[in-house]
């Protein structure tokens, strides 16, 4: 565990890692704390792609947690820049909340939210504002062919009362309905940790990534090849990790452990 204290940059899921819903974990201010008394820097990483950078912002400000959006790399923000790879000038069809569709509208990207002709993509996020027309809207798009994408592969969101459906049970729901799977953009893909690390100006070995979800955080800190924590204060448990093919550096109770 020693290791640990020579880390520069700790790569921090959110979600089920330092809070559940509105509900800060007691450890996690402390937590913090350390990382910046030891002289190393927290970056967030979420593959919640339902909230805008600047609505992160303001939810941990409200834990008196003090943040810039330049701490923050989201699904969002990783969709948003392959998108701006491959789809520059193509008009996506944006499944999503209104954060979403303004995030990637504000990276310059050409959105829709209307079925309408010329639809090159359909982009799918984790939408805590879903309605049954939308699905519909999907269906016909994926039955056209159109490129299909989404922000993240997480079959559940945590909250202060249980598990709500993220991004990736939708799309099983619409692969049962179409045949059809998107290209996932987020944890656990190896270009989320990359991209932090390249944002931090840091090498793989100053890195840990710390979370809770073996199959999204862990998986993407094995991809990237760093370091990583895997607590038990969210989804996973000690029996599912364990079990696991993808083993972490270390596991963990909580952030809370890591300096103690």
Known sequence: MHQLENKKLFLLDMDGTLYLGND?????????????????????????????????????????????????????????????????????????TASLCEELKNAGLNITTQLQDGIDCLVMGYDTELVYQKLVDACILLGQGVDYIATNPDFVCPTEFGYVPDCG???????????????????????????????????????????????????????????????????TTLEQARASTIKPTYILQNVGEIFR
Do not use: C, W
């Open 24 to 96: 800060l974990f007691p450890e996690t201010l402390p937590f913090l704390e350390q990382i910046k008394s030891h002289g190393a820097r927290a970056m967030y990483l979420t593959n919640n792609s339902s909230k805008s950078v600047s609505r992160y912002v303001e939810k941990l400000a409200s834990f008196g947690i003090v943040a810039t959006e330049d701490d923050f790399l989201t699904s969002s923000q990783a969709t948003a820049i392959y998108l701006l790879e491959h789809y520059k000038d193509k008009l996506l069809y944006v499944l999503g």
């Open 169 to 235: 049970s939708v799309s099983i729901m619409l692969k049962n309905a179409t045949g059809r799977e998107p290209l996932f953009i987020g944890k656990p893909q190896k270009e989320m940790v990359e991209l932090a690390l390249k944002k931090a100006g840091m090498e793989k070995p100053d890195a840990v990534l710390i979370g809770d979800r073996i199959y999204t955080d862990i998986a993407a800190g094995q991809n990237a090849g760093v370091d990583t924590v895997l607590v038990l204060s969210g989804e």
